[in-house]
């Protein structure tokens, strides 16, 4: 097994789950309005959606690799562009925020699996961000179905345990004046995770 892409992969979904986005504040939102219960409700309604949006992408993604090698790396090019934009996304966010501290200031929602269901869900293009961001660390062990059963189950209790980190500590962080930065460099992050990722497609060929 190949750890240090192992490790990789862990920090990347960790920034990518606790990066600023809709999912985050509405677990954030909910748990300040409505408590733990509530949040933890909402993080199993959003779990199980990325759940059904990595099955989906894993048929696609097995459907390519039979079909055409070639194509599996394009992808995970692709998928290395993708992953670098968030990042830029998420950089730009932080410096509008140093320039607008009242962004940090989280809107009351409702919350509940359902509405972390509809959420975690509602955004196509986590499809092709799942079957984009699953070839960059398919080689982390020698069979394939392996590395996919790995890649889930590690994503699914990270994805949890990352969330309620969330509720616990975005409340103290979000009005911590280095917040900004701590979101600079989660988009850096990315960025470089994207720069390995296209180096080892490369070296693939």
Do not use: H, R
């Not at 959003?46 to 394009?74: D, Q, W, Y």
């Amino acid at each position: 097994m190949n750890f240090i892409e192992y490790f990789i992969y862990i920090i990347s979904i960790v920034v990518l789950i606790s990066a600023p986005g809709p999912v985050m504040i509405l677990v954030a939102s909910v748990g300040i309005k409505d408590g733990y219960k509530k949040a933890l409700e909402t993080i199993v309604g959003t779990n199980f959606a990325s759940l059904i949006l990595i099955t989906i992408s894993i048929l696609i993604l097995k459907g390519l690799l039979t079909v055409n090698p070639i194509i599996f790396i394009c992808i995970k090019v692709v998928g290395c562009l993708y992953i670098a934009y968030l990042g830029y996304g998420i950089i730009k966010e932080a410096i509008w925020a140093s320039k607008n501290p009242v962004i940090q200031e989280l809107s009351s929602q409702s919350g509940g699996f359902k509405k972390g269901l509809l959420v975690g869900i509602s955004n196509p293009k986590d499809i092709i961000f799942f079957s984009s961001f699953f070839p960059q660390f398919i080689g982390i062990y020698p069979t394939v179905n392996i590395s996919l059963a790995i890649l889930v189950i590690t994503w699914i209790i990270i994805d949890f345990l990352t969330l309620s980190i969330v509720y616990f500590s975005f409340k103290k962080i979000s009005q911590n004046k280095y917040y900004s930065k701590l979101i600079g460099g989660c988009g850096l992050t990315l960025i470089l995770i994207a720069i390995y990722g296209i180096y080892s497609a490369i070296n693939s060929i």
